[in-house]
C-alpha cells in the first residue's frame, strides 16, 4: 500500500525517482518494495553511487572473477558491471515505462564523466551506453557543459533519450531547452518517432544553497543571516518559470503536434545538507506539476515519514524567488561565480568517483586473477 505523503506528492504531479542504485538494492527486494510502498517510479545514477555500490565487493564477486577470467580490465569491466545493473533496473521499472507511455519507468547512466568537455567523444559514448543498456526506457545522463550542449542534441536526434545532468544556472537552462528542441527537431528530420524520446533537465538544488549560505556567512550580517537556505528553492522556481515559457512557444508547438514530449523538470541534489533546515525543504517546497524529484533514501523516508505536501508550491511564486535573488546580488553574492563553480565542482567530485571506482576495480580484478 502506498504511503500517504509519497501518495500526495505523486498526486500533484511530481515523479518520484531514487538517487540511488546497487547490486544488493536490486537482488534483496528493497527496491521493489519502494516502487510499491513508496511511489518510486525511477532511478538515477552517477558516478558516485556507483563508487558506493561497487565498494560492496559482496555483491559484485562473482561477476568480478568471471569478468577477471574473461580478461576484461576495469575500463571495460565496470561498463559491464553498471549497464547490467541498469538494465536490470530497467527490466523492473518496464511497466511502469509502458504506463507511463515512457514519462516515468526510466533508469539513468551516466557517460564517463572524464568527457564531459569532450563533444564528439560523449556522442560517442551515449551511443554506446545506449547500446549497453538495450532497454528502451533507459536515460542516457549527459552533463550540462557547454561543450555537452551540442551532444545533448545530437544524442536526441539519433533517437535516445536524454538526462541532461549537473544544471546550475538559469541561462544553462535555456541552452540546455534550446539543444533539446535542436535535438527533437532532427530526430523528426531523421524518420524517429518523437513520442518515443523523452527527456529531463536536471536542476541541482540543494549545492546552491551550501555555497552561497557559506558566503552569506563570510558577509556576516543579519540581512545575510536572513537570506539562508532561499537561494536553492528560488533558483528552481526561476527554473520552472523558464520551463513554463519555453513550452508555449511556436517552436515547440510544432514538435508537440509531432507527439513529442516536453523535456521535464527535475530536481536534483535534493538531500538536505544544512541540519538547520527542514530535512524534505526541497521536496515540499518544489510540489509542481509535470515534475521529478530524485531523492537519496533518506530524504524518500523523511518525505514519507512527516512531509506536508500541500500542492503546488511553485507556480506563481516567481516574484518572490526573483526577490531573493536580487537581494543576493545586493548582498554582494555573486550569481554567475557561483554558479560557474559549481558546474566546476560538479565535474570533479564525478571525475574523482569515476578514477576511484575504476581504481578499486581494477584491485579487485588483480585480486580475482584477472590483469
Not at 544488493?24 to 521493489?32: H, N, V
Not at 551506453?129 to 542534441?153: F, H, S
Request: with cysteine.
Amino acid at each position: 500500500m502506498s504511503n500517504t505523503n509519497t501518495q500526495a506528492l505523486s498526486d500533484a504531479g511530481v515523479s518520484i525517482w531514487l538517487d540511488d542504485l546497487s547490486r544488493e538494492r536490486l537482488s534483496s527486494g528493497s527496491l521493489e518494495a519502494l516502487i510499491k510502498e513508496k511511489n518510486v517510479v525511477g532511478v538515477t545514477t552517477n558516478p558516485s553511487i556507483f563508487h558506493a555500490a561497487l565498494s560492496n565487493g559482496e555483491s559484485y564477486a562473482q561477476q568480478v572473477a568471471q569478468l577477471a577470467a574473461a580478461g576484461m580490465d576495469a575500463e571495460e569491466a565496470v561498463f559491464k558491471i553498471t549497464s547490467d545493473d541498469v538494465a536490470a533496473a530497467c527490466d523492473l521499472f518496464a511497466p511502469i515505462a509502458a504506463a507511463t507511455n515512457g514519462a516515468d519507468g526510466r533508469v539513468s547512466i551516466e557517460v564517463d564523466p572524464r568527457l564531459a568537455r569532450k563533444t564528439a567523444e560523449t556522442i560517442a559514448e551515449a551511443k554506446v551506453l545506449y547500446d549497453l543498456v538495450n532497454r528502451e526506457n533507459v536515460l542516457i545522463k549527459i552533463p550540462a557543459t557547454v561543450e555537452g550542449l551540442e551532444a545533448i542534441a545530437e544524442t536526441l536526434a539519433a533517437g535516445i533519450s536524454v538526462n541532461v545532468t549537473l544544471i546550475f544556472s538559469l541561462e544553462r537552462y535555456r541552452a540546455v531547452i534550446n539543444a533539446f528542441l535542436t535535438g527533437l527537431e532532427a530526430a523528426k528530420a531523421n524518420g524517429h518517432d518523437v513520442s518515443k524520446i523523452h527527456s529531463v533537465a536536471s536542476f541541482f538544488v540543494s549545492r546552491v544553497d551550501s555555497e552561497i549560505d557559506a558566503r552569506l556567512n563570510v558577509i556576516n550580517t543579519p540581512e545575510a543571516e536572513s537570506m539562508r537556505g532561499k537561494a536553492g528553492l528560488a533558483n528552481a522556481i526561476l527554473a520552472y518559470q523558464v520551463y513554463e515559457e519555453s513550452f508555449t512557444s511556436e517552436r515547440w508547438n510544432l514538435l508537440a503536434a509531432a507527439g513529442a514530449n516536453a523535456q521535464r523538470p527535475l530536481w536534483a541534489s535534493t538531500g538536505v545538507k544544512d541540519p538547520a533546515l527542514p530535512d524534505t525543504l526541497y521536496v515540499t517546497g518544489l510540489c509542481a506539476p509535470n515534475t521529478v524529484n530524485t531523492m537519496p533514501e533518506k530524504t524518500l523516508e523523511a518525505t514519507a515519514d512527516h512531509a506536508v505536501i500541500t500542492g503546488d508550491t511553485v507556480t506563481g511564486a516567481y516574484a518572490e524567488a526573483n526577490a531573493v535573488l536580487d537581494s543576493l546580488a545586493a548582498l554582494g553574492v555573486d550569481y554567475n561565480d557561483v554558479v560557474t563553480k559549481l558546474e566546476v565542482e560538479g565535474l570533479e567530485k564525478f571525475e574523482t568517483a569515476w578514477n576511484e571506482l575504476l581504481t578499486d576495480l581494477a584491485a579487485s580484478l588483480k585480486n580475482a586473477g584477472g590483469k
